[in-house]
C-alpha cells in the first residue's frame, strides 16, 4: 500500500494533465460542443472528492466552487466572458497550488474565489448579457455560431441493435427448442439399441436359433440406423444454424462497441492548440485519417494519446529563436496519423522539434543506470517510459513532473498495444502506437517453445527467419534482418531459456523477429503456425499470473495458448538469468475479496490500499457499470462504491447488484462528496450498510466497518 504522502505526490503530479483536460473542455464548449459540460463538471467533482479525501483544503474548496459554477449554466445561467474567465483562472490555480505544495508562502487565491463567486452570482441571477441564452461566452447575441467540432454521427455513442439483437435471441431459442426435439430422437434410437442388443444376446438362448434371431432383426437393425442418420443429418444442420445466428449476433454486438476516432481526433487537435497557447508557442496541429476501434480501445487510448500530443508541443516543439537558428520555419507541427489494417489501428504522431535529448536523458539517468554512457540511444529509448523520470529543468504547466510517458506505455500495454519510438536530433520525434481494433481477440501467431504453446500478436511480428548462423558478439547474439533502411543486426535470444527452460539459439531454428520500443530482436523457437484470430482471457482474470502472459486463448483441444507480452520479454530477455517466469504457481490465495468502484484514480488506489492492508484482495473498477461486470464475474465479499460515476451511477449499480442472483445479499459501503438526506434514505432502502463523507474521511472508520462487514 502506497502512503498517503505518496497519494498526495501523485494527486500533485497527475494535476497538469487534469488541469490541461480541464482547460480543453471548456474551449471546446466554447467552440459549440456543449456535451463538454457534463464532462468537466465530473472532472472538477472527482478532483474534490480526492482533495478532501487527501485533506487538501484549498484545492477542494477552489474545485467546489468551479462546479458551483459549472451547476448554476447547467441550470439556465447565460454564459458571460466573466464565466470562461473565472474557470480558466481556477483551473490556473488549481495548476499553481500543486506546482507550489511544500513551500512556505502559498498562493493568495482570494481574487480567484472572488471572481468564482461573482460568475456564479451573474448565472443565478441572470445579469445582463450581450450573448443569447445559451450560447457559449465569448459569441455576441446574433452572430453566426462557429461551426461544430463534432458532427452527430462522430459524437453519438455506439448503441446496441434491440431489433437484430431480439430478433437473433429469438432464432437462437428455436433452434435450442429443434436440439430437444433432436435429442428425444436420439433417446429413442438408444431405446430401440438395446432391445435389438437384447433379442440377439447368444446368453441363455439356443445356439441353434441365434442365427435365425440375428435374420429377423436385420430390419429392426436397418430402422435404427435410418433414424440415427437422420438425427445426424438434422443435428448438422441445426449446428450450421446455432453457429450462423452467434456469429451475427457477435457482430451485432461488436458493431454496438465500435467508434470511429474522429471525436478522439478533435480532442487530440483541440489539446495540441490548447498546449500551445498555454505555453505561447506557434504550432499547426495536423490530424489526418480515421478509424474504428472498440470503444473500451478508445476509451484507454484517448489520455495516452493527448499525453502524447502534449508532450511534443511542450518537450518536441523549440521556442521561436531556437527554431530560427537552425534554419527551421517559426511554425513548428506536431502531425497525428490514423492508418488502419485487418488486425490492428497505427496512430503515429510526428513533431518536427529537436528530438530527445539524449545526453540530458543520460545525465539524469546516470545516478540509477551503471555505465549508461556506454549506452547507444537506442537502448536509452525504453528508459524515457520509466515512472517518474523527466528530462525538464523545470517544472512547467504541462509537464516536468514525471508524469506522461509512463501513462502512455502503461494505457497501451493494457490493450496489449506497443509504443514505438523513433526520435532524431534537431529532426523531431515519432511516436507510433500499435493498437487491437477490438477487445473481443486478437490476431496472433501460434509459436511452440518447449514445453510451452505460446502466441505472440501478429502485428509485433517484423518478419520470419531461418537460422543459419548466429554471429556471437560481446553484447551477446545477433542475428542478420533485412528491413526497409536495409539490413541490420538485431539481438537474438531463445525464447525457451527466457520461459525458463534453457537452450540457446541453433542453426536450423526458426526465429520470431520482433518488435519493441526501440527497434527490433528475435526470439528463437521450435516451431510456429499460421496467423489467426483467437479469443482471449485477460491475465487479470486468472487466478495466477506471469509477467510475462498477456492473456491466454484456448484451443479446440482443450489447451490453451499463453499470449506473451512482447516489451516484458524483451526486457526480460536482457537481464541476466533469474526464477522462470512460467514456473508452476502456487495455489491461488483465499482472502475475502472487496470491489471499490470509484472513478477518481487517487481515490480508488488510496481506497484500494486501506483495504489491502487489512489483509483483503481487491478487484477495482471505475465506473459502475465496469463494477456491476465485476460483481456478476467474480462475486465479492464487500463493495465500496461512489455514487456520481460515468456510465451508471453507484445508486443503480447498488439497484442492479440487489435484483441480480447471488449478489442480493453483499454487503456495500457508499463514499460520497454529496451531502444528501433523499439519496443516504434510498441506499438504505437498498441495503446498503453505511454511507461515508470524503469531506470528513476517517480511514479508522472504514478499516471498522469493512472488518465487521466481512467477519459477518
Known sequence: ???????????????????????????????????????????????????????????????????????????????????????????????????????????????????????????????????????????????AAPPPVLDAAAASPPVLDAGAVGALSRELQRLHGEREVLQRRLREAQRMLRALLLEIDPRGADVDRVAERITKTLGYGAEIERALGAVRADWSSNDFAVGRALGELD??????????????????????????????????????????????????????????????????????????????????????????????VRVEVKDDGGGVDFARLREVLAPSVP???????????????????????????????????????????????????????????????????????????????????????????????????????????????????????????????????????????AALVLHHAAGLFAVSVDGYENPRLVSLVRSEELPVTSPLVRAVAPTADGEALLLLDVERVFAWARQPPREAPLAAAAEPTREPLALVVEDAPVARELLCGILRSIGLRVEEASDGREGLARARATPPDVVLTDLEMPYMSGLEMVAELRRSPGLARVPVVVLTTAAQEQSEAALRGLGVRAVLSKQRFVEEELRRIVASLVRG
Open 1 to 143: 500500500m502506497r502512503s498517503r504522502a505518496d497519494l498526495v505526490a501523485a494527486f500533485h503530479r497527475a494535476m497538469p494533465d487534469r488541469v490541461a483536460e480541464a482547460t480543453d473542455l471548456w474551449l471546446g464548449y466554447e467552440h459549440g460542443q456543449g456535451g463538454n459540460l457534463p464532462v468537466l463538471r465530473r472532472l472538477l467533482h472527482t478532483l474534490k472528492g480526492e482533495a478532501h479525501m487527501l485533506e487538501l483544503l484549498p484545492w477542494g474548496d477552489l474545485a467546489e466552487l468551479a462546479e458551483s459554477v459549472i451547476d448554476a449554466l447547467r441550470g439556465g445561467g447565460r454564459p458571460t466572458q466573466l464565466t470562461g474567465d473565472s474557470l480558466l483562472g481556477a483551473l490556473e490555480a488549481l495548476g499553481i497550488l500543486s506546482a507550489s505544495a511544500g513551500e512556505d508562502a502559498a498562493p493568495d487565491l482570494e481574487g480567484v474565489r472572488e471572481t468564482l463567486r461573482a460568475a456564479r452570482a451573474a448565472l443565478v441571477g441572470g445579469g445582463p448579457s450581450a450573448e443569447e441564452p445559451g450560447s457559449p461566452p465569448g459569441r455576441a447575441a446574433g452572430s
Open 251 to 344: 457482430e451485432v454486438v461488436r458493431a454496438a462497441s465500435v467508434v470511429r476516432t474522429e471525436r478522439l481526433l478533435n480532442q487530440v487537435s483541440l489539446a495540441a492548440r490548447s498546449a500551445a497557447r498555454m505555453l505561447g508557442k506557434d504550432v499547426e496541429a495536423r490530424v489526418e485519417g480515421t478509424g474504428l476501434l472498440d470503444a473500451r480501445v478508445e476509451r484507454r487510448l484517448e489520455p495516452a494519446l493527448l499525453h502524447l500530443v502534449r508532450n511534443a508541443v511542450d518537450h518536441g516543439i523549440e521556442p521561436a529563436d531556437v527554431r530560427a537558428r537552425r534554419g527551421k520555419p517559426a511554425r513548428g507541427t506536431v502531425a497525428v496519423t490514423v492508418a488502419q489494417t485487418d488486425a490492428s
Open 371 to 509: 555505465d549508461v554512457a556506454s549506452l547507444d540511444d537506442a537502448e536509452l529509448i525504453p528508459y524515457l517510459f520509466a515512472h517518474g523520470l523527466t528530462t525538464s529543468r523545470s517544472v512547467g504547466a504541462i509537464s516536468g513532473r514525471g508524469v506522461g510517458l509512463d501513462v502512455v506505455a502503461r494505457e497501451i500495454g493494457a490493450l496489449g498495444g506497443q509504443v514505438r519510438v523513433d526520435s532524431r536530433p534537431g529532426l523531431g520525434t515519432t511516436m507510433l502506437l500499435v493498437l487491437p481494433t477490438s477487445l473481443h481477440g486478437e490476431e496472433v501467431v501460434p509459436v511452440s517453445s518447449g514445453r510451452f504453446r505460446c502466441a505472440v500478436p501478429t502485428h509485433a511480428v517484423h518478419s520470419v527467419v531461418l537460422l543459419e548462423d548466429a554471429l556471437h558478439t560481446p553484447e551477446g547474439a545477433r542475428v542478420r534482418v533485412t528491413g526497409e533502411p536495409g539490413a541490420e543486426l538485431v539481438p537474438l535470444f531463445s525464447l525457451a531459456a527466457v520461459l525458463g527452460d534453457g537452450g540457446q539459439p541453433a542453426p536450423g531454428d
